[in-house]
Nanobody
Framework: VQLAESGGGLVQAGGSLRLSCAAS????????MGWFRQAPGGVREGIAC????????AYAESVQGRFTISKDNGAKRVYLQMDNLQPEDTGVYYC?????????????????????????WGQGTQVTVSS
């Protein structure tokens, strides 16, 4: 699965950004998608995911109530609306896609296998939040 992200940028604390990720290719029945981020010098963190079959959504505690994930079924596109951004949200944001829901949601909830290799992984988009 090929993924193409867009929408990163520089924003002041309290501001908003919307990320977009388009999926193409692959032969998966379901394409569950999610967002990860990695701060400078930090570890990769799963922050949100959405189930392609039934629309279930999960968020990491760090973004719950501020970020909203949604999808456009027809276009195989997923969005991440990020509101009330804070400097600690700074990092490279990656889109991920997989035919299995379990590994994706486990990572977002902080209990997954950090070495899991997804069916699709984006190139990343930089988000910088200034104080």
């Amino acid at each position: 699965v090929q993924l193409a992200e867009s929408g990163g940028g520089l924003v002041q604390a309290g501001g908003s950004l919307r990320l977009s990720c388009a999926a193409s290719g692959g032969d998966l029945i379901y394409v569950h998608m999610g967002w990860f981020r990695q701060a400078p010098g930090g570890v990769r963190e799963g922050i949100a995911c959405i189930n392609d079959e039934d629309g279930r959504i999960a968020y990491a505690e760090s973004v719950q109530g501020r970020f909203t994930i949604s999808k456009d079924n027809g276009a195989k596109r997923v969005y991440l609306q990020m509101d009330n951004l804070q400097p600690e949200d700074t990092g490279v944001y990656y889109c991920a896609a997989d035919g299995a829901w379990g590994p994706l949601v486990d990572l977002v909830l902080g209990v997954g296998n950090t070495n899991y290799r997804f069916d699709g992984w984006g190139q990343g988009t930089q988000v910088t939040v200034s104080s």
